[in-house]
């Protein structure tokens, strides 16, 4: 927070997110999933910046809204150099992009 300025201001972080594929579970238990379109790094936490990745598990219910399980996943960097470009500034909760979608 900087206490410079009237008020003060918190600074958020600049945060970019990209879906990966959905995929049904099957009637034994399995399922597959695509990863993201672009090539993104594994997971990263530094004082500039945070990269982590999350397995979403919607649960669909008929009368009810979906449940969400959110699980955290250690993912490892790729054997390439990785050039984020042309990324698109969003800051939503997981809550908002999964919830209202049944």
């Not at 090539?39 to 009368?63: A, Y």
Request: net charge neutral.
């Amino acid at each position: 927070e900087r206490q410079d300025i009237q008020g003060g201001v918190f600074l958020r972080p600049m945060r970019f997110s990209e879906e990966g594929g959905k995929s049904k579970i099957n009637d034994d238990g399995s399922f597959e999933i695509e990863p993201p379109t672009n090539l993104w790094p594994g997971t990263v936490n530094s004082d500039l910046h945070r990269i982590h990745w999350e397995f979403i598990l919607k649960i669909k219910r008929k009368k009810q809204m979906p449940l969400l399980w959110v699980c955290p996943v250690r993912v490892e960097f790729p054997d390439e150099i990785i050039h984020l470009q042309n990324l698109e500034i969003k800051d939503p909760r997981t809550e908002q992009l999964y919830i209202g979608q049944r």
